[in-house]
């Protein structure tokens, strides 16, 4: 299916490795030019050489930031392919915060985890979308977590941070803007094979002595797809949500988590 994404402009956070990645990827595949954000310059010049190659006919560029701070903002958001050119999609993506126990957490804890998680992307939303409107078309994507609907005890901090976001997404969804051809919609990891997935399990390792295998073969077993899912799975969707056949979906929380979310709704 062609998505109709050709020449679009896309700003993709966090976007070296892991669902980030698979976003950028997806997006350059159909012809979306990329601008792709992470703090690492190495790793990310890394990621932008092969996307350039993997996708000759898109213009795939880096900016070494970090989008939790005003300046990193400012710098992703300058770039925007040179003048004139405005971003016609945003993915907003940054690391989540570390697991812990909600008696440990000070307000700097919070604060830090508020920032990344809730009001770097309202930030970046409201940097974009009345330019997205004013053109007639947007696709805001935020990777949000599985967590969101089925809360994880040791992850308070993301518990709270991204439901926050959430619920200003719900309302800005709805808004306005929506009717001038911009959609926004949070797009929820379960148990993906990223990086992240490999520290949380050793770390998990590290406290319960059971090997990262173990710990990753029971975890699997906890899932009815009975795997994690790829980077690459997680970009289509992306892609799909971001496509001209997608204009009608916003607000929407989709979950993406091999059927680990045992709700009915
Ligand atoms: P990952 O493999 O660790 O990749 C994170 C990417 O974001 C890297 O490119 C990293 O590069 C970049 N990044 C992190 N902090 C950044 C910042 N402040 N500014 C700019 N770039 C930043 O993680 P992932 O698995 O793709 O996870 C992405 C998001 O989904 C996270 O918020 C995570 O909590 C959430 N999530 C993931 C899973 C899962 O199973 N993988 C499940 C639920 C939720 P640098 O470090 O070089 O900046």
Known sequence: MDLGLQGKWALVCGASKGL??????????E??????????????????????????????????????????RAAALSVQGGPGVAFDIVV????????GDFRDWEREAWIKALDANMLTPIELIKATVDGMAQR?????????????KAPIDILGLSNGARSGLTGFVAGVARSAVTGQGVTINNLLPGAFDTDRLRVTMAGASAKTGKSVDELADARRKTIPAKRFGTAQEFGAICAFLCSVQAGYITGQNVLADGGAYPGTF
């Open 20 to 29: 980030g990645l698979g976003c950028a990827q997806a997006l350059a595949a």
């Open 31 to 72: 012809g979306v030019n990329v601008v792709m954000v992470a703090r690492g310059a190495a790793d990310l010049q890394a990621a932008v050489d092969a996307l350039r190659q993997a996708a000759p006919r898109s213009s795939v560029l880096g900016v070494a930031a970090d989008i939790t701070t005003a300046e990193g």
């Open 92 to 99: 907003t993506n940054a690391g989540g915060p570390p697991p």
């Open 136 to 148: 007639g078309f947007g696709r805001i994507v935020n990777i949000t977590s599985g967590a969101v």
